[in-house]
């Protein structure tokens, strides 16, 4: 079936550090990728998307690009920030009616000054 | 803006007894999820709902039971709540899905079962 796989973490960088943090997809058809955040305390909130095959979304300086042939999503900041500790979640929609979210596991990021 | 409303954002339940937990969405969406969130398990999908009176089970539906009588209000049921349902339960909310069509989540409910 469907699924998603992010690099497990913890990720521990310090401020002003590249992040990147991996996500690949299996589906059938043509899903929509996803970048979700949560800060501590609170629900998800969408990052940032793509709907198509080299699309890119950006969004707060994160990017991501929809790489079909390696069935990837990954998300990189150039200069992260204190302000950016979370948990980074990839999910994919099939865009198909009576269908969920498929979520990946969750990657924490914590930063440092 | 898109809200999602839990009712509780912190809940102490005894075991054996029945919770509800409530979520309103104020954006005439027709599906609406319940998710249960774990550390090192991420998010996982007990039930959802694509319309009024519908209902799918998701990946982790034992023990739960849900309830959408009205378009925009859905909960989630522990009939008898057990020690192994002490989590963070997150409700969502999107439209018919689409070509990127996002799903919207609340605050998210931490129950503890005692």
């Known amino acids: 079936g469907d699924s998603v796989t992010q690099m497990e973490g913890p990720v521990t960088l310090s401020e002003e550090a590249f992040l990147t943090i991996n996500c690949t997809y299996t589906a059938t058809g043509y899903p929509s990728l996803f970048w979700y955040v949560q800060y501590p305390g609170e629900g998800l909130q969408l990052l940032l998307k793509?709907?198509?095959?080299?699309d890119k979304g950006s969004n707060k300086g994160f990017e991501a690009t929809y790489r079909k042939e390696t069935t990837s999503f990954h998300l990189e900041k150039g200069s992260v920030q204190v302000s950016d500790s979370a948990v980074y979640f990839c999910?994919?929609?099939?865009?198909?009616?009576?269908?969920?979210?498929?979520f990946g596991k969750g990657t924490t990021l914590s930063v440092s000054s | 803006d898109v809200k999602v409303t839990q009712s509780s954002r912190y809940l102490v339940k005894r075991t054996g007894e029945k919770v509800f937990l409530e979520c309103v969405q104020d954006?005439?969406?027709?599906?609406m999820f319940w998710y249960r969130q774990d550390p090192g398990l991420g998010l996982r999908l007990i039930y959802f709902s694509y319309d009024v009176k519908m209902k799918e089970k998701g990946d982790i539906p034992e023990g739960y039971s849900v309830s959408r009588e009205k378009k925009e209000r859905f909960s989630l049921i522990l009939e008898s709540a057990s020690t192994n349902q002490t989590s963070m339960y997150l409700c969502?909310?999107?439209?018919?899905?689409?070509?990127?069509?996002?799903?919207?989540f609340g605050q998210g409910t931490r129950l503890t079962v005692v």
């Open positions: 999910a994919l929609s099939t865009n198909q009616a009576g269908t969920a979210l498929i």
């Open positions: 969502a909310s999107s439209s018919q899905p689409q070509l990127g069509t996002e799903a919207f």
């Open positions: 793509a709907t198509k095959a080299d």
């Open positions: 954006m005439d969406h027709e599906n």
